[in-house]
C-alpha cells in the first residue's frame, strides 16, 4: 500500500495524496461526479472511471467523456443503457453548454449552433479546465441558457427551485424541464401506477393520501435499483415501526393535552 511512494525519495513534495480517491480530483466540482466514482490504483497510477449506474470502468478520458457516456451520446465512449432520464438530460445539457461556452469564446457574436448533438470532444482537458459548471451541484438545479443560445432555450431561463425532492446523491434534483421533457416517460410511470392500482384492487381515492406523494419522493431518492418491502417485512417489521410511530404521535398529544 505504501510502497508506491517514489524511490527517489529526495524530492521535496512528492505528492502522496495522489493516493486517495477521488479526493484530488481537479473537476469534482462538476455535477458529472455525483454520477461517477473515480480511481487511482495505487500500484501503476492508473485512472479510472466508474459509471455509478451501468458499473461500467473505462480508463483514461476525462469526466467530459463520462458525461458523454452518461448523456448517451454515440462517440467516444460507450453509452449508458442505465442512466436515469434527469440524469442524462443534464449531462447533455452541460455538455452543450460546454460547446456553447466553447464557441463562444471563438466567435463571439457569430452563429452558434447550440444543439450540436454529436459527441465530438477531442480535447477532454482542455474543456475541463475552462468549465464552469452551472449547475450547481448544491444549489437548486438552475436551468441557464447561455446569452448566445439561438433561441431554442429561451423559454427554460430562470431558477428552478428545490421542487423535487433530492435523489441519491446531494443536490442532483431533476430540472422541472427535464420532467417536461419527457412526456413520455411520465406516461409510462403514470401507467405503472395506474396497472398496479387496478391490479391490486387499491380505491382510487388513495391517490388522495397526504401520504402518497412522500412516498414517491422517498422513492426517488433511493434512484435505481429500489426493491419494493417485501410482503412478510410490510407485516413485521415496518409494520410494528409504524405501530410505533402512531403511539409516539398519540403520547406526544395526550402530553399537550394534559401540560397545555
Ligand atoms: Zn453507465
Given at each position: 500500500?505504501?510502497?508506491?511512494?517514489?524511490?527517489?525519495?529526495?524530492?521535496?513534495?512528492?505528492a502522496?495524496s495522489q493516493?486517495?480517491?477521488s479526493s484530488n480530483v481537479r473537476g469534482k466540482t462538476d455535477?458529472a461526479w455525483?454520477?461517477?466514482?473515480f480511481?487511482v490504483?495505487?500500484?501503476?497510477?492508473?485512472k479510472?472511471m466508474?459509471?455509478?449506474?451501468?458499473?461500467?470502468?473505462?480508463?483514461?478520458?476525462g469526466i467530459n467523456?463520462?458525461?458523454?457516456?452518461?448523456?448517451?451520446?454515440?462517440?467516444?465512449?460507450?453509452?449508458?443503457?442505465?442512466?436515469?432520464?434527469?440524469?442524462?438530460?443534464?449531462?447533455?445539457?452541460?455538455?452543450?453548454?460546454?460547446?456553447?461556452?466553447?464557441?463562444?469564446?471563438?466567435?463571439?457574436?457569430?452563429?452558434?449552433?447550440?444543439?450540436?448533438?454529436?459527441?465530438?470532444?477531442?480535447?477532454d482537458d482542455d474543456i475541463e479546465i475552462r468549465e464552469i459548471d452551472?449547475?450547481?451541484?448544491?444549489?437548486?438545479?438552475?436551468?441557464?441558457?447561455?446569452?448566445?443560445?439561438?433561441?431554442?432555450?429561451?423559454?427554460?431561463?430562470?431558477?428552478?427551485?428545490?421542487?423535487?425532492?433530492?435523489?441519491?446523491?446531494?443536490?442532483?434534483?431533476?430540472?422541472?424541464?427535464?420532467?417536461?421533457?419527457?412526456?413520455?416517460?411520465?406516461?409510462?410511470?403514470?401507467?405503472?401506477?395506474?396497472?398496479?392500482?387496478?391490479?391490486?384492487?387499491?380505491?382510487?381515492?388513495?391517490?388522495?393520501?397526504?401520504?402518497?406523494?412522500?412516498?414517491?419522493?422517498?422513492?426517488?431518492?433511493?434512484?435505481?435499483?429500489?426493491?419494493?418491502?417485501?410482503?412478510?417485512?410490510?407485516?413485521?417489521?415496518?409494520?410494528?415501526?409504524?405501530?410505533?410511530?402512531?403511539?409516539?404521535?398519540?403520547?406526544?398529544?395526550?402530553?399537550?393535552?394534559?401540560?397545555?
Amino acid at each position: 500500500m505504501m510502497e508506491s511512494q517514489s524511490p527517489n525519495a529526495n524530492t521535496s513534495d512528492p505528492a502522496p495524496s495522489q493516493e486517495s480517491i477521488s479526493s484530488n480530483v481537479r473537476g469534482k466540482t462538476d455535477s458529472a461526479w455525483e454520477h461517477v466514482s473515480f480511481k487511482v490504483d495505487i500500484l501503476n497510477g492508473s485512472k479510472s472511471m466508474i459509471c455509478l449506474y451501468c458499473q461500467k470502468t473505462f480508463k483514461g478520458g476525462g469526466i467530459n467523456r463520462m458525461k458523454q457516456h452518461l448523456a448517451q451520446r454515440k462517440g467516444d465512449i460507450a453509452i449508458c443503457r442505465k442512466v436515469p432520464y434527469d440524469v442524462r438530460f443534464k449531462m447533455d445539457q452541460s455538455l452543450n453548454e460546454i460547446n456553447d461556452k466553447k464557441r463562444s469564446e471563438k466567435q463571439p457574436m457569430n452563429f452558434v449552433d447550440t444543439r450540436a448533438h454529436c459527441g465530438r470532444n477531442d480535447n477532454d482537458d482542455d474543456i475541463e479546465i475552462r468549465e464552469i459548471d452551472p449547475l450547481s451541484t448544491h444549489d437548486s438545479y438552475q436551468l441557464k441558457r447561455p446569452t448566445t443560445s439561438s433561441g431554442k432555450g429561451k423559454a427554460s431561463s430562470g431558477l428552478i427551485t428545490s421542487y423535487f425532492a433530492p435523489r441519491t446523491t446531494l443536490g442532483a434534483q431533476p430540472g422541472i424541464k427535464s420532467v417536461l421533457a419527457s412526456k413520455a416517460a411520465i406516461n409510462h410511470v403514470d401507467h405503472a401506477i395506474m396497472k398496479w392500482l387496478c391490479d391490486a384492487c387499491i380505491p382510487l381515492n388513495s391517490l388522495c393520501s397526504r401520504y402518497f406523494q412522500p412516498m414517491l419522493d422517498a422513492l426517488v431518492t433511493i434512484g435505481p435499483g429500489y426493491k419494493a418491502p417485501s410482503y412478510h417485512n410490510c407485516r413485521t417489521n415496518l409494520l410494528k415501526d409504524l405501530i410505533q410511530e402512531v403511539q409516539m404521535l398519540l403520547l406526544g398529544y395526550l402530553w399537550l393535552h394534559c401540560n397545555g
